[in-house]
C-alpha cells in the first residue's frame, strides 16, 4: 500500500478550517486508518484512528472520515498549536507499516 | 508519569554499529508491542521494527532486515534496536513508540534520538 498526502503544505490562519487528505493506491482494511501529529522536538502524537476515532485527549476540533482510498483529517477551528506536521498511516494488517509523506500545516 | 525515553544515538560510521535504548515508565510494558519509527532529514515518518508483547514476534522493515535488531527486556521496563552496518540513509530521529499489538496504530510515543551516519 502507497499513501499520498496532499498538500504537501497548506497555509491557512489561526480559525480557520483545515482539510488533509490521504489517498491510498487500494483499499485500507478496516479499520487501520490513523493520523498523527508531529511537531519538531516533540514526541509524536496520535490523533485519530480506525478512520475516525479521536484518541484520548485530543480536542473535538479534529476530525477524521473516509473509507476505502480515500480518507481525510479535517481540523475546524485553527488554534496556534495546530501548525505542525500530519501524518496518516495505514495499520491492522502484518506489517510493514506505512506512512503518508506528511503535510506541513503552516501559518499563512 | 506514563512515558517513553530514548537515548543512543550518536554520530557513527559507514559499517558502524550503535545501539538505541527505549526506556520506559508508567505502564506494563508486557501489554504492549513496541516499535521504532525514523524520520531522515526533510522526509517522512518511516516504521523501521516492531515487536510483540512477549519478545516472540519480529517484524522489520526492508531497508533495514538483516541489519538491524529490536529486543526487549520487559522486567527492566527497556527496549533496544541494535543497529549494524550502519548506512548513510540510516541518518535520521530514531523515536520508539507503543502499540496495543503489533497490528494497532502507535499511542504512545518518545521524542526521539538522533542518529547520524558519516566518515
Known amino acids: 500500500i502507497v499513501l499520498t498526502q496532499s498538500p504537501a503544505t497548506l497555509s491557512l490562519s489561526p480559525g480557520e478550517r483545515g482539510t488533509l487528505s490521504c489517498r491510498a493506491r487500494q483499499s485500507v482494511a478496516s479499520p487501520g486508518l490513523a493520523w498523527y501529529q508531529v511537531k519538531p522536538g516533540q514526541a509524536p502524537r496520535l490523533l485519530i484512528y480506525a478512520t475516525s476515532t479521536r484518541a484520548t485527549g485530543v480536542p473535538a476540533r479534529f476530525s477524521g472520515s473516509g473509507s476505502g482510498t480515500n480518507f481525510t483529517l479535517t481540523i475546524t477551528g485553527l488554534e496556534p498549536e495546530d501548525f505542525a506536521m500530519y501524518y496518516c498511516q495505514q495499520y491492522g494488517t502484518s506489517p510493514p507499516f506505512i506512512f503518508g509523506q506528511g503535510t506541513k500545516l503552516d501559518v499563512k | 508519569e506514563v512515558q517513553m525515553v530514548e537515548s543512543g544515538g550518536d554520530l557513527a560510521q559507514p559499517g558502524g554499529s550503535l545501539r538505541l535504548s527505549c526506556a520506559t515508565s508508567?505502564?506494563?510494558?508486557?501489554?504492549?508491542?513496541l516499535a521504532w519509527v525514523r524520520r531522515a532529514p526533510g522526509k517522512g515518518l518511516e516504521w523501521v521494527s516492531v515487536?510483540?508483547?512477549?519478545?516472540?514476534?519480529?517484524f522489520y522493515a526492508d531497508s533495514v532486515k538483516g541489519r538491524f535488531i529490536i529486543s526487549r527486556d520487559n522486567s527492566k521496563d527497556i527496549f533496544f534496536l541494535q543497529l549494524n552496518s550502519l548506512r548513510a540513509d540510516d541518518t535520521a530521529i530514531y523515536f520508539c513508540?507503543?502499540?496495543?499489538?503489533?497490528?494497532?496504530?502507535?499511542?504512545?510515543w518518545g521524542q526521539g534520538t538522533p542518529v547520524t551516519v558519516s566518515s
Open positions: 513508540a507503543r502499540a496495543s499489538s503489533t497490528v494497532h496504530p502507535f499511542d504512545l
Open positions: 508508567g505502564f506494563t510494558l508486557s501489554s504492549y508491542a
Open positions: 515487536i510483540s508483547g512477549s519478545g516472540a514476534v519480529t
